[in-house]
């Protein structure tokens, strides 16, 4: 009876190593991707912004983390079986049969191990009553109890599991007994043995066999799909699609007002508006490059230059000062997270992870024996768990590595496009708001080298830029409201409310 350790974890590293292999998958994709699969928590994190560790955390009590054997059963006054008899099984792997005639036990030893370890025997499902209400033995009831044996790798003292019946109790009402290295302990599941118990069973017979694989296809896929512990791809899809409502409802608002915004523009006899509408139409990915052209094209209601400068710097709608407060402490954040993985330390990682892998591939094939490399230590079961364990381990910190390294370089990426961005409109005349909004943004650009360093420059000069820029759109609203002639139209924007006229890159869809 074998259960790999940490069915999630090795899944989380398959699909990081797919998502860093395939071309074409955002950074922020891949990261959603992995914190759906790690909790509810991680990708709500993700969502919003903020770090989330994305480490695979090792199981507290979910399984056990060596190999366990089972080396002996003994039963006593249970259904077929009277006075106390005990099989012996050689503990390790592969197949072990249990061969009889009719009558002789064989399905009373399978039924007894069952009970024992799951306190009930799926062979007893379908059958009637009397396999629930008959199961002491007729002619010797009493004393009644079935013991398992188990043994685990590493370990020299063995886990006993025992279940008796004192004179007259129901099947329910079984003393338990389990003992191991660590002492006693009140079930099963305090050595982490509940959940594998439930997906691997220790007996199954030529019937339920034959049941499993003759069910229906659905039948076949749960057990297979539990068994493989793929259920965590569906506890991910899951939380992705409750993720995912609210945007799902926004964008069938956005689509109801494009689809306003273009009835409307069809009631424009402007050039402009019937060229824009066209691009507006339908369902699919609108050219934002070519709508930028049309609105950028000059207003022929005026050739004030004066005038249109001031609806340049009218037009003007920075990101507030919180969101860009939140990505200053989050590139802060990230910094600190990426410079707890060294790169030097993260390539000695794989190193020393690739050669536990070669050598526990070693004691696969040649089993117990001395170190192929420096001949004096023992590859046996206590190294193989602790060899486990620890390249389970260096594992771990390979992701968080790469993982923490990826998010701080998106983030970099975000934050000097932010800076990018900010585009002063040039114009006529030396107005100070516009000279302070001017020296402000030169003063932003100036941008130091290091992470940390650059996310306390973006927190402490960016209210200044904001500042500026209320003092410089109030100037040019106070003077467009008396100078805009009618049926005059303000400049377009790109996403972060500044004019770009030729090559904004932060666009968003009408």
């Given at each position: 009876?074998?259960?790999?350790?940490?069915?999630?974890?090795?899944?989380?590293?398959?699909?990081?190593?797919?998502?860093?292999?395939?071309?074409?998958?955002?950074?922020?994709?891949?990261?959603?991707?992995?914190?759906?699969?790690?909790?509810?928590?991680?990708?709500?994190?993700?969502?919003?912004?903020?770090?989330?560790?994305?480490?695979?955390?090792?199981?507290?009590?979910?399984?056990?983390?060596?190999?366990?054997?089972?080396?002996?059963?003994?039963?006593?006054?249970?259904?077929?079986?009277?006075?106390?008899?005990?099989?012996?099984?050689?503990?390790?792997?592969?197949?072990?049969?249990?061969?009889?005639?009719?009558?002789?036990?064989?399905?009373?030893?399978?039924?007894?191990?069952?009970?024992?370890?799951?306190?009930?025997?799926?062979?007893?499902?379908?059958?009637?009553?009397?396999?629930?209400?008959?199961?002491?033995?007729?002619?010797?009831?009493?004393?009644?109890?079935?013991?398992?044996?188990?043994?685990?790798?590493?370990?020299?003292?063995?886990?006993?599991?025992?279940?008796?019946?004192?004179?007259?109790?129901?099947?329910?009402?079984a003393e338990v007994t389990v003992t191991s290295a660590q002492?006693?302990?009140?079930?099963?599941?305090?050595?982490?043995?509940a959940r594998p118990l439930e997906l691997y069973r220790p007996?199954?017979?030529?019937?339920?066999?034959?049941?499993?694989?003759?069910?229906?296809?659905?039948?076949?896929?749960?057990?297979?799909?539990?068994?493989?512990?793929?259920?965590?791809?569906?506890?991910?899809?899951?939380?992705?699609?409750?993720?995912?409502?609210?945007?799902?409802?926004?964008?069938?608002?956005?689509?109801?007002?494009?689809?306003?915004?273009?009835?409307?523009?069809?009631?424009?006899?402007?050039?402009?508006?019937?060229?824009?509408?066209?691009?507006?139409?339908?369902?699919?990915?609108?050219?934002?490059?070519?709508?930028?052209?049309?609105?950028?094209?000059?207003?022929?209601?005026?050739?004030?230059?004066?005038?249109?400068?001031?609806?340049?710097?009218?037009?003007?709608?920075?990101?507030?000062?919180?969101?860009?407060?939140?990505?200053?402490?989050?590139?802060?954040?990230?910094?600190?997270?990426?410079?707890?993985?060294?790169?030097?330390?993260?390539?000695?990682?794989?190193?020393?992870?690739?050669?536990?892998?070669?050598?526990?591939?070693?004691?696969?094939?040649?089993?117990?024996?001395?170190?192929?490399?420096?001949?004096?230590?023992?590859?046996?079961?206590?190294?193989?768990?602790?060899?486990?364990?620890?390249?389970?381990?260096?594992?771990?910190?390979?992701?968080?590595?790469?993982?923490?390294?990826?998010?701080?370089?998106?983030?970099?990426?975000?934050?000097?496009?932010?800076?990018?961005?900010?585009?002063?409109?040039?114009?006529?005349?030396?107005?100070?708001?516009?000279?302070?909004?001017?020296?402000?943004?030169?003063?932003?650009?100036?941008?130091?080298?290091?992470?940390?360093?650059?996310?306390?420059?973006?927190?402490?000069?960016?209210?200044?830029?904001?500042?500026?820029?209320?003092?410089?759109?109030?100037?040019?609203?106070?003077?467009?409201?008396?100078?805009?002639?009618?049926?005059?139209?303000?400049?377009?924007?790109?996403?972060?409310?500044?004019?770009?006229?030729?090559?904004?890159?932060?666009?968003?869809?009408?």
């Open positions: 009876m074998t259960q790999p350790s940490q069915p999630t974890a090795p899944l989380i590293e398959l699909i990081f190593d797919r998502l860093a292999d395939a071309d074409g998958v955002p950074a922020e994709t891949a990261e959603l991707v992995l914190a759906a699969l790690n909790s509810e928590d991680d990708l709500t994190a993700a969502l919003a912004g903020t770090p989330t560790r994305l480490d695979p955390r090792s199981p507290t009590g979910d399984s056990p983390a060596e190999q366990i054997w089972l080396k002996s059963v003994t039963v006593a006054g249970f259904r077929g079986v009277g006075p106390e008899r005990t099989i012996q099984i050689g503990p390790g792997p592969g197949f072990t049969l249990v061969v009889g005639r009719n009558g002789s036990g064989k399905s009373s030893f399978a039924e007894a191990t069952e009970l024992a370890l799951t306190g009930d025997s799926a062979r007893w499902a379908d059958k009637t009553s009397v396999w629930r209400t008959g199961w002491r033995n007729l002619h010797n009831p009493d004393p009644c109890w079935v013991g398992v044996e188990l043994r685990v790798d590493g370990v020299v003292t063995p886990t006993r599991v025992n279940r008796a019946w004192p004179v007259g109790a129901e099947l329910a009402d002492g006693r302990h009140t079930g099963l599941s305090e050595l982490g043995l007996f199954l017979t030529a019937a339920e066999l034959g049941k499993l694989a003759a069910g229906t296809q659905s039948q076949l896929f749960d057990a297979l799909f539990a068994i493989l512990g793929l259920d965590a791809l569906t506890d991910a899809d899951q939380r992705l699609l409750r993720a995912a409502r609210p945007h799902d409802t926004t964008i069938k608002e956005v689509r109801a007002q494009r689809t306003a915004l273009v009835g409307a523009l069809e009631g424009i006899a402007d050039d402009r508006a019937q060229r824009t509408g066209a691009l507006l139409r339908g369902r699919g990915a609108v050219d934002l490059a070519a709508v930028t052209v049309i609105l950028d094209e000059p207003d022929e209601a005026t050739t004030d230059q004066a005038v249109l400068h001031c609806r340049e710097l009218a037009a003007l709608a920075p990101p507030p000062v919180d969101e860009v407060t939140r990505l200053a402490g989050q590139l802060r954040d990230a910094a600190v997270e990426a410079q707890r993985y060294d790169g030097g330390r993260s390539r000695a990682a794989l190193r020393s992870a690739e050669l536990l892998r070669l050598a526990l591939e070693h004691h696969d094939d040649q089993g117990d024996g001395s170190c192929p490399v420096c001949a004096t230590g023992t590859l046996d079961g206590g190294w193989r768990a602790a060899a486990a364990q620890s390249l389970t381990d260096l594992r771990q910190r390979s992701v968080a590595a790469q993982t923490a390294t990826t998010r701080l370089t998106a983030l970099l990426r975000q934050t000097h496009h932010l800076i990018d961005d900010l585009v002063v409109p040039e114009g006529p005349g030396s107005e100070l708001p516009v000279g302070a909004l001017r020296d402000a943004v030169t003063a932003l650009r100036r941008v130091p080298g290091k992470p940390a360093e650059l996310a306390d420059h973006l927190a402490a000069l960016y209210p200044a830029v904001v500042e500026a820029t209320d003092a410089a759109r109030a100037y040019a609203e106070g003077f467009c409201g008396s100078a805009t002639p009618a049926g005059g139209r303000r400049r377009p924007t790109c996403a972060s409310g500044w004019r770009l006229p030729a090559g904004c890159r932060r666009g968003r869809r009408p």
